[in-house]
């Protein structure tokens, strides 16, 4: 079964920390990845760039709105994700709290729909 | 021969948790298992009442669920070729033989119970859903009998459960004992669920009081079951400890006009004696094991209440000592409140009223009925009348409850008189 892992952190205090704080935490992201990865759990993942760079779209009676910012200004937000593949709620609650900025931040574990049927449920 | 239906209210009452968990386990669906278990049981109210009861309700009950369960599964296969949710094991029907076998063979079947009790109160559902799973599955109550006992809508409290049995589904929360890891925080949301149903029962509003005795009654059933599945953890013995001995003074808290009696006032001949033998057996044989826990001591400090025979009798010096140990393991206020009140019964309302407001020193309590009450209650106690009122008034304004509305109403009377 997947999961979406999503990250969300405050990034201005991610900002705030020093290069090795923040070289340190990518280390440990490496890592996790490479855990994933050998137990073959590992399906995608990334850092996302800062929300000042988010676009938002929307298609309303045919007609394109676009806009600068993310869909909702929020205390912390989506810096990254990682979509894994796991037994259970229980294993993939146990990823996502290995993951850096769980400790300072959130993980939304999200499942995905994965039948075509349960989609339609 | 007893009568079917008496019979079939009793295996509904006694069985309906640990049929179902099976169930569960089987079809791995919580909806599929409701159905085949609520088929079985209007089978059963037809055959009983026709053949009389079996020897084996629980076994027959469960063999007949078993059944009903396969025959859904298999409407489901040949409805349509969609990938089916559920995983069924075909292989976990086979210990169970046909019901008319069943009379005279004892059959043991698995108890999942606690698979199922962990899964109604894992972390990722909210306290609500965990409360309404966890009576509607291993207690047996109806969507009905939950909603009026929690003075809720029924559509809403069906709908929390549709939630949540969806959210089981989807995000596949597991169906499992947890892992050593983490059984210890689990098994604390689990009676932190139980005690959460007898203090709804307990806190009651006269009015209602019928119904909330049910859900005292049923927290208790759950607390013994809990402590028959995890025999060896002194905190499940503890926390039915405490249930059985503030039950025990269920008749003696309320009088007959639904007003509230304090602990001092209320008429011990009405506590119920073998309630509290077994409370505090358990609480003893619980403490022996030497890994002291919250329920515990708070179920210690209501053995000590229920062994005096008059408020007189009371060893608030002892209290005090059981408070200071919660106290050291919980920062929590309330147990400082508490552990003031216990003290001014033992030193003196002076030094109580002093602890009292350092429980309060960070505003934590301004909003506390019994922070208010405790407090009037002492100043009432030193003759300082003004500041009772004071303060009795406050607490009047934060508590809803009409039992405790009248009890302090009833002093501010007396004050004013």
Redesign the interface.
């Given at each position: 079964m997947k999961y979406m892992l999503l990250i969300y952190h405050d990034e201005q205090s991610w900002d705030g920390i020093t290069e090795a704080e923040r070289q340190q935490i990518y280390a440990e992201y490496r890592n996790l990845r490479g855990e994933l990865e050998s137990r073959g759990q590992f399906v995608s993942g990334s850092e996302l760039q800062p929300v000042t760079t988010a676009t938002t779209v929307r298609v309303r009676d045919g007609k394109e709105f676009v806009t600068d910012g993310p869909f909702a200004e929020t205390h912390e937000q989506l810096g990254g994700y990682f979509l894994i593949e796991a037994e259970n709620l229980d294993e993939a609650t146990a990823i996502a709290a290995k993951i850096p900025s769980a400790r300072t931040g959130t993980v939304e574990i999200r499942p995905l729909v994965e039948h075509a049927a349960e989609a339609a449920a | 021969m007893p009568q079917a239906s008496d019979t079939l209210e009793q295996v509904f009452r006694a069985e309906y948790g640990r049929i179902i968990a099976t169930l569960i386990r089987a079809s791995g669906s919580f909806d599929l298992a409701e159905e085949a278990l609520q088929e079985a049981f209007t089978s059963a109210a037809s055959s009983w009442e026709r053949d009389g009861a079996p020897r084996n309700p629980g076994a027959w009950l469960t063999t007949v669920a078993h059944r009903k369960l396969l025959d859904a599964v298999r409407r489901d296969k040949t409805r349509s070729d969609?990938?089916s949710?559920i995983e069924y094991e075909k292989s976990r029907l086979q210990p169970f033989a046909e019901p008319a076998l069943l009379d005279d063979t004892v059959v043991e079947y698995p108890d999942d119970r606690l698979r199922l009790i962990f899964t109604c109160c894992?972390p990722?559902l909210s306290r609500e859903a965990q409360v309404a799973l966890t009576l509607r599955t291993l207690g047996g109550l109806t969507t009905t009998e939950i909603a009026h006992a929690f003075l809720l809508p029924e559509a809403s409290l069906a709908q929390r459960l549709v939630r949540a049995k969806q959210k089981i589904r989807?995000?596949?929360?597991?169906y499992?004992i947890?892992?050593l890891e983490?059984i210890g925080a689990r098994l604390m949301a689990v009676q932190a669920v139980i005690y959460l149903i007898f203090n709804e029962g307990y806190a009651a509003s006269a009015g209602q009081s019928l119904l909330r005795n049910d859900l005292c009654a049923e927290a208790i059933r759950l607390g013994r079951v809990l402590c028959e599945l995890l025999p060896n953890e002194p905190e499940n013995a503890g926390l039915l400890a405490l249930m059985l001995l503030q039950d025990s003074r269920r008749n003696a808290r309320v009088n007959d006009r639904g007003e509230l009696v304090t602990l001092e006032e209320q008429d011990r001949s009405l506590w119920d004696r073998q309630e509290i033998e077994e409370g505090i057996h358990l609480v003893e044989t619980a403490l022996a094991r030497g890994r002291v826990g919250n329920y515990q001591i708070q179920a210690a400090i209501a053995a000590v209440h229920a062994e005096a025979r008059t408020a007189d009798e009371t060893d608030w010096r002892q209290i005090v000592a059981l408070y200071e140990e919660l106290k050291r393991m919980t920062s929590s206020p309330v147990v400082a409140l508490n552990h003031a009140a216990a003290v001014a019964m033992s030193e003196g309302p002076e030094k109580g009223l002093s602890l009292i407001e350092s429980a309060n020193a960070n505003g934590v309590l301004e909003n506390y009925y019994l922070f208010y009450a405790s407090r009037a209650d002492l100043l009432r106690r030193l003759g300082r009348s003004a500041g009772a009122v004071e303060a009795y008034e406050r607490a009047l304004t934060l508590t809803t409850n009409s039992v405790e509305q009248n009890y302090i109403r009833r002093r501010l009377q007396e004050l004013t008189l």
């Open positions: - | 969609k990938q949710e894992h990722s989807l995000a596949r929360i597991p499992e947890p892992s983490i």
